[in-house]
Each structure stands twice: as structure tokens, then as C-alpha cells.
């Protein structure tokens, strides 16, 4: 629930259920945590799955802390960092993100997962995260494939061909 409620800071979203805590309803749509950022996290290839609970601790010590220092009362029945006011979680979160901050470095991965969640997808199958509506993808306009499962491009981003096709590439688009 602590890290839906940071990973919710970063990319913010609309409450999955009117009784959804770790959600705080800051923007319309879906953010970060519908979006997977806590399911990225959890991968082994994250590097972070082991030190999560550690995180979440830790986090909730520094809202704990926050929250002491100015004057916020908390619902004992949530995790601190959970039971911050949003604008509270937003500068919470910019304290732990500044470049002084000794901890720094680990709660910028942590957000940069959340965002990565959000506009990527990085933790399921592109097709699968196109066919179930991933958040992110859809709010970028994220294009399916073609018919035949690749995906082209016909209009160049820069609005030119940027380079010729080298003469040996195939049909596929592979150099031969």
C-alpha cells in the first residue's frame, strides 16, 4: 500500500474504489499503480524486489517524521506515508528526491519504475498490455501492429527520411 502511494505521487490517478486509500484520486484516468508500477517493481530484473519491504519501512518513517514535524495527525489505522494528505506526499516526496538528500538515489529509481510502468509497460508484453488498455500506452495513443504483427511507421517523425535504406536490407526490414 506505501509504495502504490509513492508510485500514485509520481504518476497520480484517478481511486480504483471509493474506499481506495493508497490511490488519492489526484488526476482523472489511470496512473502509475493501475498502470503496474508496483508489479514492475516486484521483477527481479527491477533489482529492487528484496529491499521493498525496507523501502516501504523506511518511507513510512520519513512520513512519520514529516508528519510530526508539521503539525499533520495521522489515521493510526494507515501506513504513514499512506495517511499524508496528497499535496503532503508530493513535498514529501520532492524532500527524498532532492540532490541533497543522502537517500536520494534509491527513491529517484523508485520513481523513475513509476514512470517507467506508466510509459512503457516495461513489465508485460507490449500486445498485452495494448489489449488490456494499459494506462500509459493509451494515453500516448500507443499504436497496435499491422495485420501481420509488425509494426511500421509510414510518416517520419522529423517529417523526412532521415537515412536511405542500406541497398542489402530485406523485404522484413533485416540487414542481409
Known sequence: MTLEAFAD????????SPGDEAVAGAASGGGAVAAGAVELLETPAAGLAPALGDLARLLNEHARAY?????IDLAASLPPF???PFPHRTALVG???????PERE???S????SNMA???AAHMHTLDALATGHPGLTAMGFSGPQDDGLWRFPVYS???ELARLHPATTSTGSPA
Open 158 to 160: 522529423y517529417g523526412r
Open 67 to 71: 508528519a510530526d514535524q508539521h503539525g
Open 106 to 108: 534509491v527513491w529517484v
Open 95 to 101: 524532500i527524498l528526491t532532492a540532490p541533497a538528500h
Open 118 to 120: 506508466f510509459d512503457t
Open 82 to 84: 499512506v495517511a499524508l
Open 110 to 113: 523508485v520513481a523513475l519504475f
Open 9 to 16: 505521487t509520481i504518476v497520480p490517478g484517478e481511486k480504483r
